[in-house]
């Protein structure tokens, strides 16, 4: 276990209704647990469906995720959360308090001497353009501290509302005939990387692309599934109730 490698991605919780939502950070919760002693755990952006921070206050629920999370970085374990498209402003919760590396852009990390490139996947769909600008103004310091002066309740709602827009758009967005993250993975598998992994679409792929492999996460809206590198093998499983599928 120690020498292993964990990856998930877009689970958006706060989403769905209470009961599935219970269900869902159940499963989360048990799979976290399932893996304490963990090398690392890399989290590629949106465990919420929307995540805003104020400076004293954060968004309710989800106690759980939060417990389990500590209690993984406390058994050993090291996380990484690269933001998403999703998470509209993070400010030192998860670093002070649940021990979570945050990144806001893509990383490059070497793991049992291979490359690997990770990312969200938002803002490297080249012809998006129109998200792109969306990015540079969700992502713009003073539009968030304008934003923080507004009461944390009326504030989630525009946030959440503002991420099921986004999450409608991408979802029925047409990229066009070619796939830009294949094609941001072609070009880092052709500067030597040999994993690139990214989320953000919600489509689960493993494809080898020359000498490497790129991967995109899926999501835990539709099967809940990891990501896991052990042994100089990368795989993709379901996650269920009771265990591994």
């Keep these: 276990m120690s020498d292993t490698y964990y990856f998930v991605s877009d689970l958006h919780f706060g989403l769905l209704d209470s009961i ?40 309710k629920g989800y106690f759980r995720t939060f417990t389990a999370l500590h209690d993984l970085a406390e058994s050993g374990t090291e996380i990484h959360y690269l933001i998403g498209n999703h998470d509209f402003m993070h ?8 021990n979570v590396n945050l990144h ?6 070497e ?17 998006d353009i129109g998200y792109l600008i969306l990015k540079k103004i969700l992502r ?11 009461h944390p309740d009326l504030g989630i ?15 029925t967005k047409n990229y066009g005939e070619i796939d830009g993250l ?12 040999d994993y690139v992994l990214f989320g953000h679409t919600h489509v689960r792929i493993v494809e080898k692309i020359g000498s490497g492999i790129y991967i995109n996460l899926g999501t835990w809206l539709e099967q809940p ?8 093998k990368f795989e993709i499983a379901d996650w269920v109730k009771n265990g591994k599928s």
């Design 20 to 59: 599935r939502e219970n269900e869902r950070e159940s499963l989360f919760c048990n799979f976290l647990n399932s893996i304490k002693g963990a090398k690392k755990l890399f989290i590629l952006g949106d465990l919420f469906d929307y995540w805003f921070e104020y400076k004293r206050v954060i968004q």
């Design 91 to 98: 400010r030192d919760f998860f670093e002070k308090e649940l």
């Design 104 to 109: 806001y852009e893509e990383i490059e990390i």
């Design 111 to 127: 793991i049992e001497k291979k490359k690997f490139f990770l990312g969200h996947g938002d803002g490297l769909v080249k012809n």
């Design 140 to 150: 713009n310091n003073i539009l968030q501290k304008v934003f923080s002066i507004i």
């Design 157 to 171: 709602w525009i946030a959440s509302s503002s991420s099921r827009k986004s999450r409608n758009y991408t979802k």
């Design 182 to 193: 294949m094609e941001t993975a072609r070009e880092k598998i052709n500067e030597g990387f």
């Design 225 to 232: 599934c990891y990501g896991k590198f052990t042994n100089q």
